[in-house]
């Protein structure tokens, strides 16, 4: 079998030869390094076999030498396919004609499918896709990845709780789960307001409950600020407690934190000059192949963005897909800051850093410098921070307490 497979692969003829004793003539060709195979005879003076089509230059020599008349028969395997197929070019302009429609029509997108949302929602989440250039007819090399739709679609869609973006072949399924609104309830759990940070009272502001806890009182996370027994003393009278409510109210107390920053006096970093290059490649598996633009740009420094689109031939995603690499220069700058301005830096830092930590409302009334030193090249500096939030937090009471 791989006898046959590599002389087709590499073409075969069949010769039929004519003459007294034609197997002879074989043997001849075996004399000069010819080798030959599936040898019949016919009758006295006919015989037929098949040699390879790189022997032919040797069996014209042979033939010289001989008396016997060579005739050839048949050819076959690739080299004469593909002779054969480059004469028919009506059918192999015909055949490439077909091939790039279809992959031309694989890359549209057909169908977009919406589903686990009401009718209001799926029209919302279509429009938004129309806004993101995914609509029928439109080519999927001019859309983002799946990953990338889903993310804005939570984005631009608030009502959506999730949302999954599949595409196969040429259509896109979307299956999303609608955020649902939960009515407040018409009775609220009864509970206690309790300090969730350690802090020292500044004011309240009590809605429901009876407060615990007054102006400059010290508190630690877990205490009761706000009972939500309304006749609840402080000397906790157990024997008439009555029925719990749901305290409310905001109890605002002093908190502090303590953050530590440091910042290099020496900074280097890259800033893009808007000088950028293009470069088109078609990849395939290890293989990066440039298609446009072959020179690479003389840049020191650089950023690279790369973007890839894959190809589709009707449903199936070929192992084919073209990238466009933006290369953008980038110069390197270097600051030498001076302590002053390093400190002012570290603390805008520091107080960045405390904001993403504090509640929005929460309001920094003080700021502190407790430690500076320089060491290393970098500007350390441990912060003290004097903040009036509100540490109250609801803790329902359950059975038992």
């Given at each position: ?125 279509i429009q938004q896709l129309e806004e993101y250039g995914i609509e029928e007819g ?264």
């Amino acid at each position: 079998m791989f006898f046959n497979r590599k002389n087709w692969l590499s073409g075969y003829i069949i010769i039929e030869i004519k003459g007294q004793y034609p197997e002879r003539f074989f043997d001849l060709c075996a004399k000069y390094n010819i080798p030959s195979w599936d040898i019949k005879k016919k009758n006295e003076t006919i015989a037929i076999g098949k040699i390879k089509l790189s022997d032919l230059p040797k069996l014209r020599i042979v033939k010289r030498k001989s008396i016997y008349k060579v005739y050839f028969k048949g050819r076959n395997g690739l080299p004469f396919f593909f002779r054969h197929l480059i004469s028919q070019k009506p059918l192999l302009i015909g055949f490439f004609i077909a091939i790039a429609v279809i992959f031309f029509l694989s890359n549209i997108v057909w169908r977009i499918d919406v589903s686990g949302l009401d009718e209001e929602m799926e029209i919302k989440v279509i429009q938004q896709l129309e806004e993101y250039g995914i609509e029928e007819g439109s080519f999927q090399w001019n859309i983002d990845s799946p990953a990338i739709i889903q993310k804005q679609l939570l984005t631009d869609v608030p009502e959506l709780l999730w949302i999954g973006v599949k595409k196969n072949g040429s259509a896109f399924h979307l299956e999303g789960v609608e955020k649902t609104i939960v009515e407040k309830e018409e009775e609220e759990a009864a509970g206690h307001l309790v300090a969730k940070k350690e802090g020292v009272i500044e004011d309240l502001f009590v809605t429901r409950g009876q407060p615990l806890v007054r102006t400059n009182d010290v508190v630690y996370q877990g205490d009761i600020l706000v009972s939500a027994y309304l006749n609840e003393s402080e000397e906790d009278d157990e024997e008439d407690e009555g029925k719990p409510v749901e305290a409310e109210g905001e109890v605002i107390a002093k908190v502090w934190y303590k953050s530590e920053v440091t910042v290099p006096l020496d900074n280097q970093y890259l800033v893009l000059n808007g000088k950028m290059e293009q470069k088109h490649y078609l990849h395939a598996s290890k293989f990066l192949v440039p298609i446009w633009n072959f020179e690479n740009p003389e840049y020191e420094h650089y950023q690279v963005d790369v973007e890839e689109k894959n190809f589709y031939f009707l449903k199936w995603k070929i192992p084919i897909s073209y990238i466009n690499q933006t290369i953008y220069e980038a110069e390197l700058k270097e600051e030498q800051l001076s302590e002053e301005n390093a400190k002012k830096i570290a603390l805008e830092q520091g107080k960045r850093e405390l904001m993403r930590e504090i509640p929005h409302d929460a309001e920094i009334t003080d700021e502190k410098a407790l430690h500076e030193s320089v060491e290393s090249g970098k500007v350390k500096l441990t912060l003290y921070y004097t903040v009036l939030e509100n540490i109250a937090k609801k803790q329902p009471i359950t059975q038992g307490d």
